[in-house]
């Protein structure tokens, strides 16, 4: 998917495309890099989805060889590694491997580099799309959105070197805190009942004051009900 680029990058591709007759490419407008993910996942044709930037590469040649060997083992549809840092960004340092094994606990505090990510394209027949309203975190809200239905396979494997100081990085980034626990009440709905959220007692009660604002009062009473369940929990 290539937004207009005025470098060089059509000419490489046409060279490979020559070579790899499956290479398919669209060059066009479009509405920021979620935008051009979601058209990707409509025309693809593979069984497996994985997304890399323009500025990202392959960690060795030797990766996604390794990675087909153990995908053809789990049951999983969502099978995850690791990226190599190449230059500071506001969420990790240069050289450092970002960043193991995730739980729920710490999907919720940072995301899983969508570098480091494949994910079974049957997924996406749910409806599944990337949410463009979001600038730069619309695969962080994904991932949690895809925690909530579908189990994840960690492989501690470094997938690729993840490139910091790219222009996405300079986007401002309108995925608030509010926004991210708006989508975790509806993505796991009763489940945020459970012991597992009661430490984020004070996030449901800023969701409330939010609804409350906005006079979302169903979602304002269905949130009281958390914090009165949590409240007794503590």
């Known amino acids: 998917m290539d937004g207009l680029s005025t470098d060089n990058t059509l000419?490489?591709?046409k060279d490979y495309s020559a070579d790899f007759k499956y290479i398919k490419t669209i060059s066009e407008r479009d509405n920021g890099i979620y935008d051009a993910m979601n058209k990707g996942i409509k025309i693809s044709r593979g069984q497996w989805i994985y997304f890399l930037g323009s500025d990202d590469r392959f960690y060795n040649e030797n990766v996604l060889a390794n990675i087909l060997d153990k995908i053809k083992i789990t049951p999983d549809k969502i099978v995850y590694g690791n990226v190599l840092i190449d230059g500071d960004v506001g969420w990790a340092k240069n050289g450092e491997i970002y960043d193991g094994e995730f739980t729920l606990s710490k999907l919720i505090e940072k995301n899983i580099c969508h570098q480091a990510m494949f994910y079974k394209k049957s997924v996406f027949k749910r409806g599944y799309a990337y949410n463009t309203k979001f600038t730069i975190c619309a695969d962080w809200d994904m991932n949690l959105k895809l925690w909530s239905a579908y189990p994840f396979t960690y492989l501690d494997k470094i997938v690729a070197v993840f490139k910091g100081g790219n222009s996405s990085h300079k986007i401002a980034n309108n995925y608030t805190e509010i926004d991210k626990w708006d989508s975790i009440a509806r993505y796991f709905k009763f489940r945020i009942y459970s012991n597992g959220f009661s430490k984020y007692y004070q996030n449901f009660l800023a969701l409330n004051l939010y609804y409350r604002e906005r006079h979302?009062?169903?979602?304002?009473?269905?949130?009281?009900i958390v914090l009165c369940v949590h409240s007794n929990k503590n």
């Open 11 to 13: 000419d490489i591709v």
């Open 216 to 224: 979302k009062y169903l979602k304002s009473f269905l949130m009281k």
